[in-house]
């Protein structure tokens, strides 16, 4: 069985790759606001159904990133909350 400090070593690393999961969320989450910017601007004024469809499924794939970072984020909490108690 693992020490305290390998333990602590490992959430630590699990974290880290985390925290680089969130960055990488991030910019992700900034490429969908701008193709949700870019896809209103050339359709401006477009009533066709792909169009509407289009923009909805945009905001829903930011709003999956931005759910996705939180969860990661709880995640770190209570690994680090974890390796606090140790």
């Given at each position: 069985?693992?020490g305290?400090?390998?333990?602590?070593?490992?959430?630590a690393?699990a974290?880290?790759?985390?925290?680089?999961s969130i960055?990488a969320?991030?910019?992700?989450?900034?490429?969908?606001?701008?193709?949700?910017?870019?896809?209103?601007q050339?359709t401006?004024?477009?009533?066709?159904?792909?169009?509407a469809?289009?923009?909805?499924?945009l905001a829903e794939?930011l709003?999956?990133v931005?759910?996705?970072?939180?969860?990661i984020m709880?995640c770190i909490?209570?690994?680090?909350s974890?390796?606090?108690?140790l």
């Amino acid at each position: 069985m693992p020490g305290v400090e390998e333990i602590r070593a490992g959430i630590a690393l699990a974290n880290e790759k985390a925290s680089a999961s969130i960055a990488a969320l991030q910019q992700a989450a900034q490429a969908l606001e701008e193709a949700q910017q870019s896809l209103a601007q050339a359709t401006s004024g477009s009533t066709q159904e792909e169009i509407a469809q289009a923009h909805g499924l945009l905001a829903e794939a930011l709003q999956a990133v931005t759910g996705t970072q939180s969860t990661i984020m709880a995640c770190i909490s209570s690994a680090e909350s974890y390796s606090a108690r140790l």
